[in-house]
């Protein structure tokens, strides 16, 4: 099983980043997949989640409105479209997966996840 997350970079206050979570080794349908994100010192913190079975979205309130989860199982892609980027949201963001799906109360706990993608930058920045 392997993860691997691309898409990130220096965008300015308001811009639009994609991140893409291609994974292999199983297929889409059977997984769940959670995206993180952390900063240095931080724990790191769900940002968003979509299940397999019918693709259920959950949010965390500082990202709500603002990006957007989503999949292809026909290139087992993943995706999260980030628009009005803020300086908060400056982070290495991740993305993880689980054969488990996940309750409304747990998504965003990240020791629920067997396994992670390596990382990808992201920097909102003037």
């Known amino acids: 099983v392997q993860l691997q997350a691309s898409g990130g970079g220096l965008v300015q206050p308001g811009g639009t980043l994609r991140l893409s979570c291609v994974v292999s080794?199983?297929?889409?349908?059977?997984?769940?997949i959670g995206w993180f994100r952390q900063v240095p010192g931080k724990e790191r913190e769900g940002v968003s989640y979509?299940?397999?079975?019918?693709?259920?979205?959950f949010y965390a309130d500082s990202v709500k409105g603002r990006f957007t989860i989503s999949r292809d199982n026909a290139v087992n892609t993943v995706y999260l479209q980030m628009n009005a980027l803020k300086p908060e949201d400056t982070a290495v963001y991740y993305c993880?997966?689980?054969?488990?799906?996940?309750?409304?109360?747990?998504?965003?706990?990240?020791?629920?996840?067997?396994?992670w993608g390596q990382g990808t930058q992201v920097t909102v920045s003037s």
């Open positions: 979509i299940r397999s079975s019918d693709s259920r979205t």
């Open positions: 993880a997966a689980d054969s488990v799906p996940k309750r409304l109360g747990s998504w965003y706990s990240a020791r629920l996840y067997d396994y």
């Open positions: 080794g199983f297929s889409l349908d059977s997984y769940v």
